[in-house]
């Protein structure tokens, strides 16, 4: 069964709902796992959530990703715009991948309005605050389902 889902937070999200607040809103970053995992559980999906402020790690997270996971939801934050090490990983992953921005890169300073894993990810979500999370949540299961018939 293809059940098997990550999501990897980037740098600074540990911060959520601490940080800039007109951006990303007042959920903290806890209560948005709590939100992932019971949206996920509701959906039958097994669902890891990860954070790191390392790039290399997350390259390790996407490395390590291929064999144990299904699909995985991104928001690579301030790496999205920097990190070819981050798109090359995500380019060996051969399964549905979602970008999730919590805030509109494209409403935002010029530097933010290019994504360097945009054009290899399956879809993506951006400007919808942190439901943007859930909504990808869904978006993956229905792909999944799709892939298991
Ligand atoms: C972000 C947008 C990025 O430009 C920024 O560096 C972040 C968060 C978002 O979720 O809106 O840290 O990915």
């Known amino acids: 069964m293809n059940n098997k889902i990550i999501i990897i937070n980037g740098p600074n999200l540990n ?12 959920t903290t970053f806890d209560e948005l ?7 996920s559980k509701e959906l039958g999906l097994d669902v890891e959530f990860s954070q790191s402020n390392i ?8 490395q390590e990703s291929i064999k144990k996971f ?12 920097t990190s070819i090490a981050i798109r090359d990983a995500l380019s060996v992953f051969k399964k549905p991948i979602i970008e999730l921005h919590i805030s509109n890169i494209y409403k935002r300073e010029e530097f933010r309005h290019k994504s360097l894993i945009s054009d ?21 299961q229905k792909l999944l389902k799709n892939e298991n018939q």
Do not use: P, W
Request: overall charge negative.
């Open 120 to 140: 290899i990810v399956t879809g993506g979500i951006f400007g919808l605050g942190s439901d943007g999370y859930i909504l990808a949540i869904i978006s993956m």
């Open 70 to 81: 299904d699909g995985i939801i991104i928001n690579a934050a301030a790496f999205t715009h």
């Open 33 to 39: 796992k709590q939100n992932c995992i019971s949206k």
């Open 15 to 26: 911060l959520l709902g601490e940080r800039e607040q007109s951006q990303y809103g007042s």
């Open 55 to 62: 790039e290399g790690e997350i390259v390790n997270l996407i």
